[in-house]
Nanobody, 121 residues
Framework: VQLQASGGGLAQSGGSLRLSCTLS????????MAWFRQAPGKEREFVAS????????LYADSVKDRFTISRDTAKRAAYLQMNSLKPEDTAVYYC???????????????WGQGTQVTVSS
């Protein structure tokens, strides 16, 4: 499994960003796709996950009602729409994939490269 993440950048507080992650190498619908983030000096933490076969979603409390995880099976991609961004959302965001469900924390079998999200106040 190979994961390729993209879409990070700089946003102002209250702004929006959209992250994308594409999966190659295996059947997309077999995998839970997840987003985690890691701020400087902190551990990697769960953000959101979406189940491969039915699209059920889970969110960390800190992002619920602001972030939306979705997927496009035809494009073998998962997305994280981030709205109402806060400075505390600043982190390196990682997409992950795993055959297990639910995913609400580590470990995760496969990781993409991180993408930096910076939110200015």
């Amino acid at each position: 499994v190979q994961l390729q993440a993209s879409g990070g950048g700089l946003a102002q507080s209250g702004g929006s960003l959209r992250l994308s992650c594409t999966l190659s190498g295996r059947t997309f619908n077999l995998y839970t796709m997840a987003w985690f983030r890691q701020a400087p000096g902190k551990e990697r933490e769960f953000v959101a996950s979406i189940r491969g076969n039915n699209g059920i979603t889970l969110y960390a409390d800190s992002v619920k009602d602001r972030f939306t995880i979705s997927r496009d099976t035809a494009k073998r991609a998962a997305y994280l729409q981030m709205n109402s961004l806060k400075p505390e959302d600043t982190a390196v965001y990682y997409c992950g994939a795993d055959r297990n469900w639910p995913i609400t924390g580590l470990p995760v079998n496969y990781w993409g490269q991180g993408t930096q999200v910076t939110v200015s106040s």
